[in-house]
C-alpha cells in the first residue's frame, strides 16, 4: 500500500507507531527505537513529550497548514509526510514503512524495498562510501 503526501522529502526505514491516545498520559511516551509517528497531527506542543532520538519519520493525517510538523522534521532533519487521508485507519502498529521522498510505502515487498535503497544509495553517495 503506497501513499503520497506533502511535507519534507527524505528516506527512512522503520516501523509504525501510531498515536491514537490523547488522554491524561503521555501517548508518546512509549515510542521504540526506529519508529515512524503516525498520528492525526503533531503540535508544537506535543513535541515537548516526543523523545525524538528513537523517531525516524513522522506522518500526519492533518495537512499541517501552520507548518510545525515540516518546522520540527527540518530541524530534526527527518522526513515528514502530511495530508495521508486515512493513515491512521489504514496503518498498524509495528507495519513496515518506507519514506520515499512524499511517499509512504507500508509493508512493502521485497522488490519495493530494492528500489527503496538503490534510491536512497543515490540520493546520498556517502551511504554507499567504502571505507576501508
Not at 61 to 84: C, F, K, M, Q
Not at 104 to 123: I, Q, T, Y
Request: net charge negative.
Amino acid at each position: 500500500m503506497t501513499f503520497r503526501g506533502n511535507g519534507v522529502a527524505g528516506f527512512a526505514k522503520g516501523r509504525a507507531f501510531v498515536v491514537f491516545d490523547r488522554g491524561q498520559r503521555n501517548p508518546f511516551e512509549d515510542i521504540p527505537p526506529g519508529s515512524v509517528l503516525i498520528a492525526r497531527t503533531v503540535s508544537l506542543s506535543d513535541s515537548v513529550m516526543i523523545n525524538f532520538k528513537n523517531v525516524v519519520a513522522m506522518v500526519t493525517e492533518e495537512e499541517d497548514l501552520t507548518g510545525h510538523v515540516g518546522l520540527l522534521a527540518r530541524g530534526l532533519g527527518i522526513p515528514a509526510v502530511v495530508g495521508i487521508t486515512n493513515c491512521m485507519r489504514d496503518i498498524y502498529n509495528s507495519d513496515r514503512v518506507l519514506i520515499r521522498n512524499l511517499d509512504v510505502l507500508v509493508n512493502p515487498d521485497l522488490s519495493e524495498v530494492e528500489e527503496f535503497d538503490r534510491l536512497r544509495r543515490e540520493a546520498d553517495p556517502q551511504l554507499s562510501l567504502d571505507l576501508r
